[in-house]
């Protein structure tokens, strides 16, 4: 019994799962349902919870992702689970919500909501859209009498497709961008903070590799978008990170450390690199950085002490997240700054743009010799 007087035996609450890969979040509820809904806000006018393109899913025994929650989210799973429980419906539907005078929320403005429905027979067009990660395509769904017409269309690099449109011309259609790519992150280290920092990353939409030596302080999974790796010389994995990806060091080692971020400042192309510390060892690192022959400008590119300040605590709780809002901070930063729907692809070798295995080899060579220089 707790000290409200509630017995948590019988408590039925359950944990709102965060949605950020629908096609394959849909695939894994087909696992173990015969269909599934997703709800799309559509369009908005005015103020409202979530922006156009946000969705969630809802299966017969589970339900994840947001569109805002309140009335307008109620509302809609509620329209959802008519769907689901009518195999004879019509595979979409939208819903329109003044959100004031239909549902009593203060936001004001006009939602319009696309609910569809995904079964078994749906898997291919699934499988294709899930494939999609990492590239810019659009995918458009088109309810007509004879039934709805998904299709996938690969753009063009440099195009920057708009988020979600829905339109009512040979049918209704709701277009919207799959494939966007999400930010990568290399994260150094699973002492106390890098645990802490790791569980926060878990309900975030980055991709996060995250790294230690040591097997015994890495658990086996720790859920979202998060790739454990055991490496024995975490220095050898900066060969396979993406250009633009953004680096957290925080490893039991100093001199590790080190190693990391003068490689990775050497290596250029990231998106940003900080390092866990204090302000002497912020000035003892540039200072050596300095003397190895690294420029003020690459130097300059360093955080560190790292986390959004206004926060004094040392737990590494708090920590963590003073670290993930600042990281957070940088990623929309530069989004508003490169607004370009996939990050850019720097060649491995000038002589050929696909990359080379001399060009690896000779990278792992680099990354080893720094790490016995260190």
Not at 72 to 78: I, T
Not at 253 to 274: K, V
Not at 286 to 297: N, P
Request: hydrophobic content about 45%.
């Amino acid at each position: 019994m707790n000290d409200i007087g509630i017995s948590p035996a019988i408590s039925r609450g359950r944990w709102l799962q965060p949605l950020h890969d629908w096609p394959a979040a849909v695939l894994q509820q087909l696992e173990g349902t015969s269909c599934v809904a997703r709800i799309v806000v559509a369009s908005v006018r005015g103020s409202a919870p979530r922006e156009p393109g946000a969705c969630m899913l809802i299966g017969q025994h589970e339900a994840s992702g947001t569109i805002g929650g309140g009335q307008l989210e109620w509302a809609a799973m509620e329209a959802a689970r008519q769907m689901l429980a009518d195999p004879q419906s019509a595979a979409a539907s939208v819903h329109k919500f003044v959100l004031a005078s239909d549902l009593a929320q203060c936001c004001g403005g006009v939602v319009e909501l696309w609910i569809e429905r995904y079964t078994a027979a749906d898997r291919p067009f699934l499988e294709r859209a899930r494939a999609a990660s990492g590239r810019a395509v659009r995918l458009t769904s088109r309810l007509t009498p004879a039934g709805m017409e998904r299709t996938i269309v690969e753009l063009p690099s440099a195009a920057s497709p708009a988020s979600v449109r829905l339109s009512r011309s040979h049918g209704v259609v709701l277009e919207e961008s799959l494939g966007v790519t999400l930010p990568s992150l290399f994260l150094y280290g699973a002492g106390h903070v890098g645990q802490a920092l790791a569980r926060v990353l878990a309900t975030l939409a980055v991709q996060t590799r995250w790294i230690d030596s040591r097997s015994e302080v890495l658990p086996d999974d720790i859920g979202g978008c998060v790739q454990i790796i055991h490496a024995a010389e975490p220095l050898m994995t900066l060969a396979s990170a993406p250009p633009q990806s953004h680096f957290i060091v925080m490893t039991h080692s100093h001199s590790l450390d080190y190693a990391l971020c003068r490689t990775i400042l050497q290596r250029g192309e990231f998106a940003s690199l900080g390092v866990i510390g204090s302000h002497s060892k912020a000035a003892r690192f540039r200072s050596r950085l300095a003397r190895e022959g690294l420029t003020a400008v690459q130097i300059a590119s360093l955080q560190c002490p790292l986390g959004i300040e206004g926060l004094h605590s040392k737990r590494p709780e708090v920590i963590a997240i003073a670290i993930a809002a600042q990281l957070l901070q940088t990623i929309e930063a530069r989004a508003l700054r490169y607004p370009a729907t996939t990050a850019p692809v720097v060649p491995a070798c000038p002589a050929s743009p696909a990359g080379c295995a001399a060009c690896d080899v000779e990278r792992h060579a680099s990354l080893k010799a720094s790490l016995k220089a260190s």
